[in-house]
């Protein structure tokens, strides 16, 4: 994916957004009351947004649905695509502006994608708004919001297209992984996206914009709560991160080395399908893999990689998987660290993946002739004992790339 794949999203948003706000300026809104109150939603979920989450403004994204599936659920007005697109659009900038004031991050990809899903679910709301809502089919009262799930799940789905599609465009990964990774991350927060906009809907529809805030809450507080989540997760990251540069400092490991290994691992291991949990577990792992040699009496020279005699081996993985427990990680980065000193095909693929990438990163900063390609040609004549072929042709797959990407590589 190149800067033309981010061009073929950003271009249609723009032409969209600016449709849907010259229509509703020129012809009026219909229902200014409701509009108000979902764009007042919408924007208080983007001035909250978290820059490090997947959907970082998920209760805009819920308040987009809502107002976009409100004459399918039998609301005061079919207001249409283009006013949808012109509240969203109206939200989203209001909110923006207090999150950049605060130092926030981009939001061009953000936007884009908020105001294509918007339309998207609105056009495919209208032929039910045609009709007088669910109402005709007697599908009105607590059957609405079921009768509505099928459209929060396309919707879900044409977002994840162009999540990938962006993504790819920025860090030039294939398109097809980062849709997998994409759609399998739809059962987090976007199912509670998605239950809150059809709740939301019905709830204006029955009761007034008056009901916004209280449908709205309980995804706000879910937000609150996964940010805190986040914040956890970071501190540990850090901890661990700081823990790796130990073994740098003491002369047990090159400069730089458990944090190239980490981000290797974690490309290698997203090149293999594993999913967003694995591949933190992985990384951590990695940036903890050499921390026992600080046990070593004595260390090679300048952190040289050089080779240990099985029980060596042995005592370092026992005692990285020791330290590993006490920082708080999840039980798998212990198990993965502790694994290294197994045979390969009595380890688990997360540790196969970081015994290769650490293998790698040794013979380059051995210093051999041929560099990166021979290194790369000794791990596959080695994969009949040492390596996994496949996470050997995975090595080779993501080098032929130019290395791991940016995007969710180690903490410095």
């Known amino acids: 994916m190149t800067r033309r794949a981010a061009l073929l999203v950003h271009g249609p948003a723009a032409v969209l957004a600016c449709w849907g706000l010259g229509h509703t300026l020129w012809h009026g809104a219909a229902d ?4 108000l109150a979902f764009g ?3 924007a208080v ?6 820059p490090a989450g997947r959907d970082g403004a998920p209760l805009a994204a819920a308040g987009a649905l809502g107002y976009a599936l409100l004459g399918a659920a039998g609301g005061p007005a079919a207001h249409g695509v283009p006013q949808t697109l012109a509240v969203v659009l109206a939200g989203s900038l209001a909110g923006l502006v207090p999150y950049l004031a605060r130092g926030g ?3 061009l990809d953000p936007l884009a994608r908020r105001v294509l899903t918007a339309g998207f679910a609105a056009a495919c709301a209208q032929p039910l708004c045609a009709l007088g809502g669910l ?3 007697g599908a009105d009262g607590p059957v609405c919001p079921l009768m509505l799930l099928p459209l929060p799940v396309l919707t879900a789905l044409c977002d994840a297209v162009l999540a990938a599609a962006l993504t790819g465009a920025r860090t030039g990964r294939p398109y097809g992984p980062l849709l997998r990774e994409e759609v399998r991350a739809l059962p987090g927060v976007g199912t509670a996206v998605g239950a809150t906009g059809v709740v939301l809907a019905p709830a204006v529809a029955a009761a007034g914009p008056w009901a916004l805030p209280v ?4 995804l706000l507080l879910t937000q609150y709560a996964v940010r805190r989540c986040a914040a956890a997760r970071a501190t540990c990251r850090q901890t661990i991160a700081s823990l790796a540069r130990a073994t740098e400092l003491a002369g047990c490991a090159p400069p730089g080395h458990a944090r190239r290994v980490a981000a290797l691992s974690r490309a290698v291991g997203r090149e293999l399908g594993l999913r967003q949990p694995e591949l933190d577990a992985v990384e951590h792992a990695a940036l903890l893999h050499d921390i026992g040699r600080l046990a070593l009496p004595d260390p090679p020279p300048g952190g040289a ?4 005699r099985p029980a060596e081996r042995r005592r370092v993985a026992l005692l990285g998987a020791a330290v590993a427990r006490r920082t708080g990680a999840p039980p798998e980065v212990a198990v993965i660290v502790e694994r290294q000193a197994d045979p390969y095909r009595r380890q688990p693929v997360a540790a196969r993946i970081v015994r290769t990438a650490d293998a790698y990163d040794d013979l380059v900063a051995g210093g051999g002739p041929g560099g990166g390609p021979a290194a790369l040609e000794a791990l596959r004549l080695a994969t009949a004992r ?3 072929p496949r996470v050997v042709e995975a090595l080779g797959r993501v080098l032929a790339r130019g290395g791991p990407a940016e995007r969710g590589g180690p903490v410095d």
């Open 305 to 308: 990689p050089a080779p240990l």
């Open 32 to 35: 200014p009351r409701a509009a």
């Open 386 to 388: 040492d390596h996994e």
């Open 40 to 42: 007042a939603l919408i």
């Open 135 to 137: 109402g005709i089919w």
């Open 45 to 50: 979920g983007e001035a909250v947004r978290d």
């Open 105 to 107: 991050g981009p939001v």
């Open 215 to 218: 449908a709205g809450l309980p």
